[in-house]
């Protein structure tokens, strides 16, 4: 899983994941790789087929309690016969988990937990809270008392400690432990719970959803009330194994907190398994404070300062030269009395900063080598010099403007407000179209437990476990409270964050809003769901009704009404009339909602639904999105056979506009083996497209694989992917 690291837009971005992003990793066929397999019968009947049919390939991990299925590792190509058994349900490439975390920044001011816990009396005691991360430095004095034990599916014992004293020394799951649960210098938000953790990372932060899958499967075996992953990958689907595997936990009982990711502010950021519909998915919120910024004379740019984990802050207060020292490859040029900007790639963190530093550099500068952000670790012996990352586009910025024009660099100090953090990931998540995050926490400089200490550290990986403690809190004082009442109280009684303008963030950046203790504890309302998803508009005229649940949970009666939202040129809303509550009553009542699409734009329209009591207000995030040429050109993909007629492959699918080509290549599930191009069309017209595939597929495929659908039109190019099941011939 990876740390997460630290916007709102009308238009939507990118469906599915383009081609690149979903292929970067495609082995070799002799390559050795380990695949995670779903199974329609036990893993155990399925062990012996494999140890019969396919000797040569090795099952690594089985999973029965969240998880049918199994990982299995062998060569590329030996994992494609696993098309031939009819047990096998579908096949996913093993992801890397990375923790959410973010370079750190300028330490100007650290956060405690305290903002979190409130003045609730409540501090999760006998409430067993199960830690799915790097592990925990047990030891530490602040920890002891409430650490119980776990496992370590990295190693496979039952010594959980942080990666300590070798390259690739981790700390992350110690400091998350702490947000929950620290009781000594400093205090958890639950300082009384029960520690369980489950080391699922290994040396760097990093593992596979192999390890997390495990993990989570042995925490829900041991029992756990409350389960935090601050951890995530890039897959914004709701159907990856990990988020399957969260939901089964869910269903068991077993309230489990995600970190959102941290590759904000950009939409469809949020990464598997905060897709989950189930768990309770964490943005991260900012508090008030300060933050450097980068600028260059006659430039209006302004860029924020991210560091690298372990960096020291970036504490200038003069202005700097910049000088281009690639990615270090072919050694850093002399830099004495200057900021060295380094493109990501080649050369380890680190070394990258050795080779500045040597060179006299009093800072480094690296920015990514593909789009958006990134998040990383310095590795090894402290350097003191400062580190930043930045995005491709910021960094070829400053190459171009500060050293080809010889422009020295500022940094200045950015006041911050009690907002959303700019890393924090964006929904909504694709396929389902639903609003995520959920809920928002603290998540920068929030100061914890370390190995040997304590530090100020920042990303959703410290926003989450604010809300698993203050859900073990919430199961102390409620323990007949499901996984799903426990999130209903968290969004019911969120507050939203409001933005300069005076209008609130979208919901796909806060979700319900920031975290109320207090009175998640003691509700006076639960609203369910707690979010209002319509989907993806396909039709001309759509009209659909959510039936929302009313449950008064205060001591007195309420009456609650339903103001129409803002309604707009194509988008109206229907809603109840005024609706009394008693204590304890629920009550069911219509939200309806009608668009005209000849009158809306493409693209997520999002916003609030407002209830008001006799004293309160409550928000209710809504979400749907127009079809459109903006967002996505090809859906509905369909690859089939009908033995009966005929053993040819079929397709069939939607096209939202005439284009000049379109291309189908099929690729194997799991392993991401390329089968070939099943078909090209030239000049393809709008509406249903239906064909017979006649380039050499008939007849010869079965199993689970990704059709990689690419589409040109006027030079530009897009590419959509579709799961695709077919049957292996009787």
Same mark, same amino acid.
Request: charged fraction near 20%; hydrophobic fraction near 35%; charge should be negative.
């Given at each position: 899983?990876?740390?997460?690291?630290?916007?709102?837009?009308?238009?939507?971005?990118?469906?599915?994941?383009?081609?690149?992003?979903?292929?970067?990793?495609?082995?070799?066929?002799?390559?050795?790789?380990?695949?995670?397999?779903?199974?329609?019968?036990?893993?155990?009947?399925?062990?012996?087929?494999?140890?019969?049919?396919?000797? %040569?390939?090795?099952?690594?991990?089985?999973?029965?309690?969240?998880?049918?299925?199994?990982?299995?590792?062998?060569?590329?190509?030996?994992?494609?016969?696993?098309? %031939?058994?009819?047990?096998?349900?579908?096949?996913?490439?093993?992801?890397?988990?990375?923790?959410?975390?973010?370079?750190?920044?300028?330490?100007?001011?650290?956060?405690?937990?305290?903002?979190?816990?409130?003045?609730?009396?409540?501090?999760?005691?006998?409430? &067993?809270?199960?830690?799915?991360?790097?592990?925990?430095?047990?030891?530490?004095?602040?920890?002891?008392?409430?650490?119980?034990?776990?496992?370590?599916?990295?190693?496979?014992?039952?010594?959980?400690?942080?990666?300590?004293?070798?390259?690739?020394?981790?700390?992350?799951?110690?400091?998350?432990?702490?947000?929950?649960?620290?009781?000594?210098?400093?205090?958890?938000?639950? $300082?009384?719970?029960?520690?369980?953790?489950? %080391?699922?990372?290994?040396?760097?932060?990093?593992?596979?959803?192999?390890?997390?899958?495990?993990?989570?499967?042995?925490?829900?075996?041991?029992?756990?009330?409350?389960?935090?992953?601050?951890?995530?990958?890039?897959?914004?689907? $709701?159907?990856?194994?990990?988020?399957?595997?969260?939901?089964?936990?869910?269903?068991?009982?077993?309230?489990?907190?995600?970190?959102?990711?941290?590759?904000?502010?950009?939409?469809?950021?949020?990464?598997?398994?905060?897709?989950?519909?189930?768990?309770?998915?964490?943005?991260?919120?900012?508090?008030?404070?300060?933050?450097?910024?980068?600028?260059?004379?006659?430039?209006?740019?302004?860029?924020?300062?991210?560091?690298?984990?372990?960096?020291?802050?970036?504490?200038?207060?003069?202005?700097?030269?910049?000088?281009?020292?690639?990615?270090?490859?072919?050694?850093?040029?002399?830099?004495?009395?200057?900021?060295?900007?380094?493109? %990501?790639?080649?050369?380890?963190?680190?070394?990258?900063?050795?080779?500045?530093?040597?060179?006299?550099?009093?800072?480094?500068?690296?920015?990514?080598?593909?789009?958006?952000?990134?998040?990383?670790?310095?590795?090894?012996?402290?350097?003191?010099?400062?580190?930043?990352?930045?995005?491709?586009?910021?960094?070829?910025?400053?190459?171009?403007?500060?050293?080809?024009?010889?422009?020295?660099?500022?940094?200045?100090? &950015?006041?911050?407000?009690?907002?959303?953090?700019?890393?924090?990931?964006?929904?909504?998540?694709?396929?389902?179209?639903?609003? &995520?995050?959920?809920?928002?926490?603290?998540?920068?400089?929030?100061?914890?437990?370390?190995?040997?200490?304590?530090?100020?550290?920042?990303?959703?990986?410290?926003?989450?476990?604010?809300?698993?403690?203050?859900?073990?809190?919430?199961?102390?004082?409620?323990?007949?409270?499901?996984?799903?009442?426990?999130?209903?109280?968290?969004?019911?009684?969120?507050?939203?964050?409001?933005?300069?303008?005076?209008? $609130?963030?979208?919901?796909?950046?806060?979700?319900?809003?920031?975290?109320?203790?207090?009175?998640?504890?003691?509700?006076?309302?639960?609203?369910?769901?707690?979010?209002?998803?319509?989907?993806?508009?396909?039709?001309?005229?759509?009209?659909?009704?959510?039936?929302?649940?009313?449950?008064?949970?205060?001591?007195?009666?309420?009456?609650?009404?339903?103001?129409?939202?803002?309604?707009?040129?194509?988008?109206?809303?229907?809603? $109840?009339?005024?609706?009394?509550?008693?204590?304890?009553?629920?009550?069911?009542?219509?939200?309806?909602?009608?668009?005209?699409?000849?009158?809306?734009?493409?693209?997520?329209?999002?916003?609030?639904?407002?209830?008001?009591?006799?004293?309160?207000?409550?928000?209710?995030?809504?979400?749907?999105?127009?079809?459109?040429?903006?967002?996505?050109?090809?859906?509905?993909?369909?690859?089939?056979?009908?033995?009966?007629?005929?053993?040819?492959?079929?397709?069939?699918?939607?096209?939202?506009?005439?284009?000049?080509?379109?291309?189908?290549?099929?690729?194997?599930?799991?392993?991401?083996?390329?089968?070939?191009?099943?078909?090209?069309?030239?000049?393809?017209?709008?509406?249903?497209?239906?064909?017979?595939?006649?380039?050499?597929?008939?007849?010869?495929?079965?199993?689970?694989?990704?059709?990689?659908?690419?589409?040109?039109?006027?030079?530009?190019?897009?590419?959509?992917?579709?799961?695709?099941?077919?049957?292996?011939?009787?």
């Amino acid at each position: 899983m990876a740390l997460a690291t630290a916007g709102f837009s009308n238009q939507a971005d990118p469906i599915q994941p383009t081609r690149p992003e979903l292929l970067k990793d495609q082995p070799e066929p002799s390559e050795e790789v380990t695949i995670i397999v779903e199974l329609d019968e036990s893993p155990k009947a399925f062990a012996s087929q494999i140890e019969t049919r396919l000797p %040569r390939l090795e099952i690594v991990a089985t999973y029965t309690t969240i998880f049918q299925g199994v990982a299995i590792k062998g060569e590329a190509e030996e994992l494609e016969k696993l098309a %031939r058994l009819d047990t096998v349900v579908n096949q996913y490439p093993v992801r890397t988990y990375t923790t959410t975390l973010t370079p750190q920044a300028e330490k100007t001011q650290t956060l405690t937990t305290d903002v979190v816990r409130s003045q609730t009396s409540f501090t999760g005691e006998g409430v &067993k809270v199960g830690v799915i991360d790097t592990g925990v430095d047990y030891t530490h004095p602040d920890l002891t008392a409430n650490y119980r034990g776990g496992f370590d599916v990295v190693d496979f014992d039952q010594d959980p400690m942080e990666t300590m004293g070798q390259l690739g020394a981790t700390m992350h799951g110690t400091h998350v432990s702490g947000i929950i649960a620290a009781d000594g210098e400093m205090k958890g938000v639950a $300082p009384d719970a029960e520690l369980y953790v489950y %080391r699922a990372l290994g040396p760097g932060g990093s593992g596979s959803s192999v390890q997390v899958i495990a993990a989570i499967e042995q925490a829900v075996e041991e029992g756990m009330d409350v389960i935090n992953l601050s951890l995530g990958n890039t897959v914004n689907g $709701p159907d990856w194994p990990t988020t399957k595997a969260v939901n089964k936990a869910v269903e068991l009982g077993t309230t489990v907190v995600v970190a959102a990711g941290n590759s904000g502010p950009a939409s469809w950021t949020v990464g598997s398994p905060g897709t989950s519909q189930k768990a309770i998915t964490v943005g991260a919120a900012s508090l008030p404070g300060t933050q450097p910024v980068l600028t260059l004379p006659g430039q209006d740019r302004k860029v924020g300062v991210q560091l690298l984990q372990g960096s020291v802050p970036w504490t200038f207060t003069k202005k700097y030269p910049l000088i281009d020292g690639g990615t270090g490859e072919n050694g850093v040029p002399p830099a004495s009395g200057k900021i060295v900007v380094m493109k %990501r790639g080649v050369v380890p963190f680190g070394v990258k900063t050795r080779l500045a530093y040597e060179q006299g550099a009093v800072g480094v500068i690296i920015y990514n080598n593909e789009e958006g952000q990134f998040q990383g670790m310095m590795n090894g012996k402290e350097i003191p010099i400062p580190v930043a990352t930045v995005s491709k586009e910021d960094g070829e910025w400053l190459l171009e403007h500060g050293v080809e024009e010889n422009q020295w660099l500022e940094t200045t100090m &950015k006041q911050m407000d009690h907002g959303i953090a700019p890393f924090s990931s964006r929904g909504p998540v694709t396929t389902n179209w639903t609003v &995520k995050p959920d809920i928002l926490a603290p998540g920068v400089q929030i100061i914890s437990t370390v190995p040997g200490g304590y530090q100020p550290l920042q990303g959703t990986s410290m926003a989450a476990p604010h809300v698993a403690g203050v859900a073990a809190l919430i199961k102390e004082a409620h323990p007949d409270w499901t996984p799903a009442q426990i999130k209903h109280s968290l969004m019911t009684t969120a507050d939203l964050l409001i933005q300069k303008k005076g209008q $609130p963030y979208p919901p796909t950046a806060q979700g319900a809003g920031y975290i109320d203790t207090e009175a998640a504890i003691n509700p006076d309302l639960w609203i369910e769901p707690g979010a209002l998803n319509f989907g993806r508009i396909k039709n001309n005229f759509f009209r659909e009704k959510v039936m929302v649940t009313l449950h008064n949970k205060g001591d007195n009666s309420q009456t609650i009404s339903v103001p129409e939202p803002e309604s707009s040129n194509g988008i109206t809303w229907m809603t $109840p009339q005024t609706v009394e509550l008693e204590p304890n009553e629920k009550v069911e009542v219509p939200i309806e909602l009608s668009v005209s699409k000849a009158f809306v734009e493409a693209g997520v329209h999002q916003g609030y639904v407002t209830l008001k009591s006799d004293d309160q207000a409550y928000e209710i995030p809504y979400l749907f999105m127009m079809e459109g040429a903006d967002y996505e050109k090809v859906s509905g993909f369909e690859l089939y056979q009908d033995w009966q007629t005929s053993k040819d492959l079929s397709y069939r699918f939607h096209l939202t506009e005439a284009v000049d080509q379109l291309t189908v290549d099929l690729y194997r599930a799991g392993t991401m083996l390329h089968q070939g191009t099943l078909f090209e069309l030239e000049e393809p017209e709008a509406g249903m497209v239906e064909g017979e595939v006649d380039r050499g597929f008939k007849g010869e495929l079965g199993g689970a694989y990704i059709a990689v659908v690419t589409v040109t039109k006027d030079k530009k190019t897009s590419t959509t992917t579709f799961p695709v099941q077919l049957k292996n011939q009787q």
